[in-house]
C-alpha cells in the first residue's frame, strides 16, 4: 500500500517536471531520492552513535582515574611520587604489549589499585583509560605540590 506526501519545489524545478510529465515517474524518483537519503542518516547516526557512547565510556573511565589519583597521591611518599610521575613521563615509550598495570610499582598496585579493578579484564579499554587516568591524576597532584618536598 502506498501513502501520498506533499513535496513542494521551486517554481522553475516544477516548470521542467511539468514539461516532463509522461516521461519521468515522479512518485519514483522522489522514492528512491528519499529511501537513500534515509539510509545515509541513519547509518550516520548508528555510527555516531556507537563511536560517541564508546568514546564517552572511555573518557568516563579515564576522568575517574584522574581524580582517584589525585586523592590516592595526597598519601605518596617523595619515592612513591618519582616512580608514579616517571611512569607518566615515559607512557607514550612503552610497547602496547604492556599492560599498565604491569608497570605500575607492585606496591601501589597491589595497595591502591587493585581492589578497584579487579573486576575489569586485564586488556580491557577502561581499565587502559583507568590507569591512564590515574597516572595523569598523580601527575598533576605532583605539579601541585612540588615545591613542597
Known amino acids: 500500500m502506498a501513502k501520498g506526501i506533499v513535496v513542494l519545489l521551486p517554481d522553475d524545478l516544477f516548470e521542467k517536471v511539468e514539461s516532463l510529465k509522461g516521461k519521468i515517474d515522479v512518485s519514483e524518483i522522489c522514492s528512491r531520492a528519499l529511501s537513500r537519503e534515509i539510509e545515509k542518516l541513519e547509518k550516520r547516526r548508528e555510527e555516531g552513535r556507537v563511536e560517541i557512547k564508546m568514546a564517552d565510556y572511555i573518557e568516563l573511565w579515564e576522568n575517574r582515574g584522574t581524580e582517584d589519583g589525585k586523592k590516592d597521591a595526597g598519601?605518596?611518599?617523595?619515592?612513591?611520587?618519582?616512580?608514579?610521575?616517571?611512569?607518566?613521563?615515559?607512557?607514550?615509550?612503552f610497547s602496547e604489549r604492556f599492560n599498565l598495570d604491569e608497570i605500575i610499582p607492585g606496591e601501589i598496585y597491589d595497595s591502591l589499585l587493585h581492589d578497584r579493578l579487579k573486576e575489569l579484564e586485564s586488556s580491557s579499554p577502561e581499565k587502559a583509560a583507568y590507569l591512564r587516568g590515574w597516572l595523569r591524576g598523580v601527575a598533576l597532584k605532583w605539579d601541585e605540590i612540588k615545591d613542597r618536598f
Open 75 to 93: 598519601n605518596f611518599s617523595y619515592r612513591a611520587f618519582m616512580e608514579t610521575v616517571n611512569i607518566y613521563k615515559k607512557l607514550d615509550e
